[in-house]
């Protein structure tokens, strides 16, 4: 149902006349800026893109989007996607959400959406703290982590937003960061066009409750050696020196240097985003800083039907052998009688 | 042999047995053929919750009544005329409730010391003189099933399980009744494995020729057809005429129906008939839960269809934030609450009307909505139309109070045509609106309008933050709020203008006023047309609109002296009246054991009140 676009639309036509209320410096600015400029890329026109947020600081994205947008409630973004998409399949669908939103409050409806497959994108702002209700910690803090409730430091666990989407057969899982635009921005597209339910894990800075929660990775002397950027087909080759690649040791994962111990390209894992098996996007998505690097771009991608297409196949099959096609056929099926 | 047939106006049957032994089947298959014969009728499915409860304890009694006659039947009855009981649980969970003199079909071959005394009976009720006083058939309906189908190949297994069919057809001889409608439906059911059809017919046929051979009843009975209106008739119930409302409004309005919901009993079956009819645009999204359910349908309300939950008390309560948010969006939907007895999980498969102030009050914030009740099996389809029209017109959730009494039940109906039902026309916005705003408001219903995606030039944002007026931008103002939580309660308020009166059976100078509302429908007006017939000064108002309620109430109040509120609770509908009419004063009268009024308790009650 893709149409081509009379006038080229350009990033400015996706900006509405509100404030941008975030605080000054928040990682957030970034990602608005890169998903407004990948709107004009995606093929649709404005009236057909639908952005979708649930509660908490990156959840104010619709009302900075000049698109048809619903800011709903706490952590159910994806049942008013499901229903919006399911409504409309003609219509993008691009959820937005957080740490707090997706994996706390709205863990049920996160993994059902993925378990479905419904072809929407969500874009998850990860910043490992709650923001908006000034700095809790959310599934997603490292266990230790001091804030206002937890002065002494959480002893909960933490899970991986990606862990749990794969565990919940998710087909598309990709991470970028949100001081890295212009890889943000391929990904986005990439999810767009993947059919099925496409997850994009953004690592996100609260600059006031989280400073630098990423800066073992992102920090400009460490993040070539803690960043693997994954492209499918490709080694999976990181460092400053672009010598460091990944090989399995058994069930495990390991860092060699290229040149060394007799390593050479051709021994570094290719990275298959395809493959259906997740075991190894299990394991790239689990890597963490320092003793590997961090995974990103996309991870995994796996063709597989949407679940909003499913649905209106069997509404249309479904009509080829209906027997009551009306409400007055309904009413004056099965056993009637007449009294005079 | 007896061959002498009485005639009789209306009848009350009762069948119990354990919850496997098919009552249900037995109950719907004989109001299907008593609507087909003319009569009017209501029938009351009553089965514990589980699925399998312990075999022939009280507990697991599964029963069915059914009132049926040849006048105007409103309710299921009180007291049976005659009790099918296929054990002795069934036979003790009943015995209160027969009428003196009347009919007991028991299946004599489960009356062994382990069936009674499992049962609670010390001593065999068959015996020890427990049922004297009524007329007992003691038949060996389980050896006589069998005995039936002795030449059909069927499992051993299956050959009792067509004893239910035995004692229907006990009954349909007793009332006259022919088999064919049984008959043509085994076909069909059993169309794959006709073995399974024909063992059941041969039950069916057996169980009628041992009561018409056998001297054990005294005579057959004869209930002529009902002089109902003229027209083309079928037998309803109440969710499948609620899921078939909202079709008809589908159909009307040019909307397509999304359904996003979770099971729950007595809802369930909502959701199971339209997903039965996925050929007419319907998707019916089974969600992870209850909230999950009304999200997705506010989102497809959002994207343009008339979307519907439905669910029962825990989830109405899971469901509102969401209704809030729907509320302050100002999008249609149609939140259908099939009631049953609450508090927390209660009794699920009990009737109650206990959620009445929870549809009315039972969100935070300023949050109101409209809300409407169904009160017979039929007219939830009526109901479920004005739901769908009100909330696609007004831009507002409407919700829909029905009850496991009335959703359950059936009753014969006159077909309707969709074409004479009243019109119904969205609230959209169009491409190339002038001067068009998300919350720019019409001024006699005050409704905002549907812009959905799609519509080229009226992108737009809303959201659960507090609407600027007429922008619908984020705003924290003082004064907007105030003005905000103002107009969306004079929109709901409006709605008055647009339902009809309340209409009172009865004299406008009677001593007393029974005032109900929703499903209490059937018991009340039986019982207050008998007090009528007997010269009393009673009259009936009842109430399917209650939030806002009719303009006519407070006209209709004051006529009267004396005002009772009956209700299925501990009194709920009275606090609403007692906060919007408090120049009254009322009186009330509840039932809070998860069944629904009894005629007898109703005149009691009445004539006790127009004593005092």
Request: net charge negative; with cysteine; aromatic share 8%.
């Amino acid at each position: 149902m893709e149409h081509l676009v009379e006038d080229k639309l350009t990033f400015r036509d996706f900006e509405t006349d509100q404030d941008v209320r975030w605080c000054p410096g928040c990682g957030d600015y970034a990602i608005l800026k890169a998903v407004q400029k990948v709107m004009p890329e995606i093929g649709k026109e404005k009236e057909d893109i639908v952005f979708i947020s649930g509660i908490g600081c990156s959840s104010r994205f619709p009302y900075y989007m000049n698109t048809y947008g619903f800011h709903t409630i706490h952590g159910r973004a994806p049942a008013f996607a499901t229903g919006v998409k399911l409504s409309n399949p003609n219509l993008s669908v691009w959820q937005v959400t957080g740490d707090g939103d997706a994996l706390a409050i709205g863990g049920n409806h996160y993994i059902h959406v993925l378990r479905r497959n419904i072809d929407i994108n969500i874009l998850l702002f990860n910043n490992e703290i709650y923001g908006l209700t000034k700095g809790q910690f959310s599934p997603t803090s490292q266990t230790g982590i001091k804030t206002k409730s937890s002065p002494q430091g959480t002893v909960d666990r933490s899970f991986n937003p990606g862990k749990l989407a794969l565990g919940a057969e998710a087909n598309f899982f990709a991470r970028v960061i949100d001081i890295d635009p212009k890889r943000m921005a391929e990904v986005m597209i990439e999810a767009e066009n993947h059919k099925g339910t496409s997850l994009v894990e953004i690592l996100q800075n609260c600059i006031i409750f989280n400073d630098k929660v990423f800066a073992d990775v992102t920090a400009k002397d460490v993040k070539l050696d803690r960043q693997l950027w994954l492209t499918h087909g490709e080694p999976m080759i990181f460092g400053k020196e672009k010598n460091k690649g990944l090989v399995l040791n058994g069930f495990n994962l390991e860092i060699v240097t290229i040149g060394e111990n007799g390593i050479t390209d051709a021994d570094i894992l290719v990275h298959d985003a395809h493959c259906e098996n997740n075991t190894l996007h299990n394991m790239l998505i689990n890597m963490s800083a320092p003793e590997f690097p961090v995974a990103f771009g996309v991870i995994r991608q796996v063709a597989a039907d949407s679940f909003d297409d499913n649905v209106w196949k069997q509404i249309e099959g479904e009509k080829d052998n209906a027997k009551i096609n009306s409400v007055d056929e309904l009413m004056n099926s099965g056993v009637t009688w007449e009294i005079d | 042999m007896s061959n002498i047939v009485e005639e009789i106006d209306q009848v009350v049957i009762k069948f119990a047995g354990d919850s496997g032994d098919g009552m249900q089947l037995t109950g719907t298959q004989f109001s299907n053929t008593a609507a087909f014969i003319g009569n009017d009728l209501a029938t009351f499915p009553d089965f514990p919750a589980e699925i399998r409860a312990p075999q022939g304890t009280v507990a697991g009694v599964s029963g069915f009544k059914i009132q049926f006659g040849s006048n105007r039947i409103f309710s299921p009855g009180d007291e049976a005329d005659v009790l099918i009981a296929m054990n002795p649980a069934a036979l003790l969970a009943n015995i209160d409730w027969i009428r003196d003199g009347g009919t007991i079909i028991v299946d004599s071959d489960n009356f062994k010391i382990k069936d009674f005394d499992k049962a609670g009976y010390t001593t065999n009720p068959l015996e020890d003189g427990t049922l004297a006083g009524y007329n007992v058939v003691e038949a060996p309906i389980t050896k006589l099933t069998k005995d039936s189908v002795k030449d059909c190949d069927i499992e051993n297994k299956f050959r009792s399980r067509s004893k239910n069919m035995f004692a229907l057809g006990i009954v349909y001889w007793l009332f006259s009744r022919p088999l064919s409608i049984t008959e043509d439906y085994l076909d069909a059911k059993f169309g794959k494995v006709p073995e399974i059809a024909k063992a059941n017919k041969l039950a069916l046929k057996a169980g009628y020729n041992y009561a018409l051979t056998v001297e054990l009843l005294p005579s057959s009975y004869k209930v002529k057809a009902a002089t109902l209106p003229k027209g083309k008739y079928r037998s309803i119930m109440g969710n499948e005429a609620t899921a078939w409302g909202l079709m008809a409004a589908a159909e009307r309005a040019k909307l397509d129906i999304f359904l996003g919901t979770y099971p729950i009993t007595p809802a369930s079956d909502i959701l199971h008939e339209l997903s039965k009819y996925k050929n007419f645009n319907i998707v019916t999204l089974q969600a992870e839960d209850e909230i999950a359910g009304i999200c997705s349908s506010i989102g497809a309300s959002f994207a343009g269809s008339l979307a519907v939950t439905s669910t029962s008390g825990p989830g109405l309560a899971l469901k509102g934030e969401a209704i809030g948010l729907a509320m302050m969006t100002e999008l249609p939907i149609v939140i259908i609450d099939v009631q049953r007895g609450g508090p927390s999980t209660g009794l699920p498969t009990k009737t109650e009307q206990s959620d009445l102030l929870q549809a009315v009050y039972g969100r935070n914030g300023e949050s109101p909505v409209i809300v409407i009740a169904a009160s017979t099996p039929s007219n939830c389809f009526d109901y479920a139309y004005k739901a769908a029209k009100l909330a696609v017109e007004h831009m507002t959730p409407v919700i829909l109070l029905t009850d496991g009494f009335i959703a359950n039940g059936a009753e014969p109906w006159k077909i309707k045509s969709v074409a004479e039902m009243e019109e119904i026309v969205p609230a959209m916005a169009k491409e190339g609106d002038k001067n068009w705003n998300p919350y720019t408001r019409a001024e006699d219903k005050l409704n905002r309008t549907w812009a959905i995606p799609g519509t080229k030039g009226l992108e737009h944002r809303i959201g659960v933050l507090e609407k600027q007026a007429v922008t619908g931008n984020v705003s924290y103002d003082p004064n907007n709020h105030e003005e905000m939580v103002k107009v969306r309660a004079e929109k709901v308020a409006r709605v008055a203008n647009f339902i009809p009166d309340v209409e009172v059976n009865g004299n406008e100078d009677a001593d007393l006023l029974v005032v109900g509302w929703g499903g209490t429908y059937g018991g009340l007006h039986t019982a207050v047309s008998a007090m009528q017939e007997q010269g009393k000064s009673v009259a009936h108002a009842h109430f399917n609109y209650i939030n806002p309620l009719p303009k006519n109430t407070a006209t209709v109040f004051a006529k009267y002296k004396k005002i009772v509120v009956c209700e299925l609770n501990n009194g709920q509908f009275i606090k609403l009246l007692q906060s919007e009419l408090p120049e009254f004063n009322y009186l009330q009268y509840n039932k809070i054991q998860g069944l629904p009024f009894s005629k007898s308790q109703l005149v009691d009650e009445f004539n006790n009140i127009l004593e005092a």
